[in-house]
């Protein structure tokens, strides 16, 4: 019938079509003269060694049928304190019902165990067929997902008449920065803050290449910092409002909102179409702002689920 087996880094071609684009160099061997057969050649040092280790630890399982790929499990070793995680697994469609995705998983916790690991997560957008990724998640001894975000996508077009954006004023005492005005020592220090709910989240060091600077923006109030708006650019057309920061002792005082249409006003001015925002379960002052201000947009909601498996 099938065959579960564990594919080597980069000799695993046949199998791209089965994951993710932003995936499928690990599937394919480098092409003659990269970068990194000259770092291999030339022996770069103990970053190389630990990037070495790191690919050896990634996990590719295959499926095949009569010899034919049929399927792939791609999972990534842990990151600091990030459990190790499931990042794509795909049955091509002619296949399903045969138990190959319930293999995969199997194999999975079996390659997890031979690595002395106690847990692994997968994380998904409950879209298109993700019933059967949880039927799959039951079956192989995951715990039951859970919501760990929503997304809200908004036409920004249909944003460009709410009264809010122009309402909400920061005191004279406030001052808004670009991000691009900021000083690297003043981001070390944001990064570094240690407040209640605050996580790597809302670090503004996360992700520094993604930033839209012209919309990200740092509050201050008399010189100190107390709060910032971050928004990504990861597609062309769409923005995502990753963080809406502000410090504890400065809550409470409307700061968010305002920062938040200081933002706003310069999402409008951009050349994108859609605004996502991610809103964590927990976060009850942003679902209060989502249900008051976003609401009225129409926003397409989608879950982002999370299950742990414990070995």
């Given at each position: 019938m099938f065959e579960i087996v564990r594919l080597a880094l980069g000799r695993a071609a046949s199998y791209q079509s089965f994951t993710?684009?932003?995936?499928?160099g690990w599937l394919v061997k480098p092409a003659a003269g990269t970068e990194a057969e000259a770092d291999a050649g030339t022996g770069a040092g103990a970053g190389a060694e630990a990037e070495a280790d790191a690919d050896a630890q990634k996990i590719i399982l295959g499926a095949s049928f009569m010899g034919r790929p049929v399927g792939l499990l791609l999972?990534?070793?842990?990151?600091?304190?990030?459990?190790?995680?499931?990042?794509?697994?795909?049955?091509?469609k002619p296949y399903r019902g045969l138990g190959i995705a319930t293999a995969l998983m199997q194999e999975l916790k079996a390659s997890l165990s031979s690595m002395n690991l106690e847990q692994a997560c997968?994380?998904?957008?409950a879209l298109?067929?993700?019933?059967?990724?949880?039927?799959?998640?039951?079956?192989s001894g995951w715990q039951p997902p859970s919501v760990y975000s929503r997304f809200y996508r908004c036409d920004i077009a249909a944003g460009r008449d709410r009264k809010w954006i122009s309402r909400f004023k920061l005191p004279s005492s406030c001052t808004v920065i670009p991000w691009n005005e900021l000083r690297r020592g003043e981001l070390s220090l944001m990064n570094q803050l240690q407040e209640k709910d605050y996580n790597a989240y809302f670090m503004p060091m996360r992700a520094e290449g993604v930033i839209e600077r012209d919309c990200s923006l740092?509050?201050?109030l008399d010189e100190e910092i107390v709060g910032w708006s971050i928004v990504d650019r990861q597609l062309p057309e769409t923005l995502l409002y990753r963080t809406l920061y502000i410090r504890?002792?400065?809550?409470?005082?409307?700061?968010?909102?305002?920062?938040?249409?200081?933002?706003?006003?310069r999402m409008l001015r951009t050349n994108a179409s859609h605004l996502v925002i991610q809103i964590l379960p927990g976060n009850e002052r942003m679902q209060k702002v989502a249900n008051r201000l976003?609401?009225?947009?129409?926003?397409?909601?989608?879950?982002?689920?999370?299950?742990?498996?414990?070995?």
């Open positions: 993710y684009r932003s995936y499928r999972a990534h070793p842990p990151v600091e304190d990030d459990p190790a995680r499931v990042l794509s697994v795909f049955v091509d997968v994380e998904y957008y298109h067929s993700y019933e059967a990724l949880e039927r799959v998640l039951a079956k740092v509050l201050k504890e002792a400065y809550r409470d005082n409307g700061l968010g909102l305002s920062l938040a249409a200081q933002s706003a006003q976003l609401a009225p947009m129409q926003p397409v909601v989608t879950d982002y689920k999370r299950a742990v498996l414990d070995l």
